[in-house]
Nanobody, 126 residues
Framework: QVQLVESGGGLVQAGGSLRLSCAAS????????MGWFRQAPGKEREFVAA????????YYADSVKGRFTISRDNAKNTVYLQMNSLKPEDTAVYYC???????????????????WGQGTQVTVSS
């Protein structure tokens, strides 16, 4: 079992920055990959970024590449999402997810992940 708790969301003006955190507990954090997804009202959940168990590999959606950075601190059991140059279209509920089952389907796919946090709201005003 893995428990995930996100924090750091809020309201920010376009062009601003936020850093999301996701604290994990349960299984050994350094043994599984982590991802961030987001869901805007009326839209499907979409991939944002993912990071391997070691932090040595990172992956990004084209829409956030160059603006967002995913990182992890295995000593603190926490994964982060640094979001810069935010745009109104980044407004969504952001979820972190843990891939402990390692299906190998792809870290950009929601069904690859077996544990999810409750989400944190990010609102970017224009």
């Amino acid at each position: 079992q893995v428990q995930l708790v996100e924090s750091g969301g809020g309201l920010v003006q376009a062009g601003g920055s936020l850093r999301l955190s996701c604290a994990a507990s349960g299984r050994t954090f350094s043994s599984y990959a982590m991802g961030w997804f987001r869901q805007a009202p009326g839209k499907e959940r979409e991939f944002v970024a993912a990071i391997s168990w070691s932090g040595g590999s990172t992956y990004y959606a084209d829409s956030v590449k160059g603006r967002f950075t995913i990182s992890r601190d295995n000593a603190k059991n926490t994964v982060y999402l640094q979001m810069n140059s935010l745009k109104p279209e980044d407004t969504a509920v952001y979820y972190c997810a843990a891939d402990t089952q390692t299906l190998g389907a792809g870290l950009d796919l929601p069904y690859e992940y077996d544990y999810w946090g409750q989400g944190t709201q990010v609102t970017v005003s224009s």
